[in-house]
């Protein structure tokens, strides 16, 4: 089965600086990876997808990255605001397409 | 649009009653999910149907769990006995989009005592 890993560790960073966010998964390539923020409270929000055939995309102050070689996927956030701060979970489409596995998330603090 | 409604927000019972969670998905979306989150596990799915059919229900932990999918807007998932190791945020979420793009309610906080 699909394993994805996300820095369990929280990430602290200031205001201002870019923030980078890792998914890594370690079985088959999905055609596409999706990012969601979550708010304390609530559920998941899409942020972004990405296809298996893109390197790259980009959102306003968000950017996704995926590299099918080294079966990863970057999430960065430029300018970093204190509303940045939250949980972000990555997530891939599973072996059926009718379905997503998500990782565990990475917490983000942005400190004014 | 309302976005996906999950009630109880919050539901506090005692082992062995009967706990059922709702949701009402987004109109027009013929795909739903009922997930499972935990500091542990993560977000887990559970179940999910497509066009009121429940397509894969692997992610069901046991035989006290149970979904149904009457009609197109409205869904339940019952633990019956509920145990405190069910003890979670269970959320819904909705889709119509062949990328699977979901749209995820406010969930529902059990604990079970």
């Known amino acids: 089965s699909q394993k994805i890993e996300q820095n369990s560790e929280a990430l602290n960073i200031q205001e201002g600086k870019t923030a980078t966010l890792t998914c890594n998964y370690t079985n088959y390539s999905p055609a596409y990876l999706q990012w969601y923020r979550q708010d304390p409270g609530r559920g998941p929000v899409f942020l972004l997808l990405?296809?298996?055939?893109?390197k790259e995309k980009r959102k306003e102050r968000l950017k996704v990255t995926f590299d099918t070689t080294l079966k990863q996927s970057l999430f960065h956030i430029t300018a970093s605001q204190p509303a940045d701060s939250a949980t972000y979970l990555c997530a891939l489409e599973d072996r059926s397409g009718y379905a997503l596995n998500f990782g565990k998330g990475t917490s983000l603090l942005v400190t004014p | 649009d309302a976005g996906v409604i999950q009630s109880p927000r919050h539901e506090v019972t005692e082992m062995g009653q009967e706990v059922t969670l709702r949701c009402k998905p987004i109109s027009g979306h013929n795909s739903l999910f009922w997930y499972r989150q935990t500091m542990m596990r993560g977000l887990e799915l559970l179940i999910y149907?497509?066009?009121?059919?429940?397509?894969?229900d692997s992610g069901m932990p046991e035989d006290r769990f149970s979904a149904k999918m009457p009609n197109a807007s409205f869904s339940t998932l019952k633990i019956q006995p509920s145990e405190p190791r069910d003890s979670a945020v269970y959320f819904c979420a909705s889709t119509w989009d062949s990328q699977n793009i979901q749209y995820f309610g406010a969930g529902t906080r059990l604990s079970v005592l």
């Open positions: 990405i296809r298996e055939n893109e």
């Open positions: 149907f497509n066009n009121n059919v429940p397509i894969d």
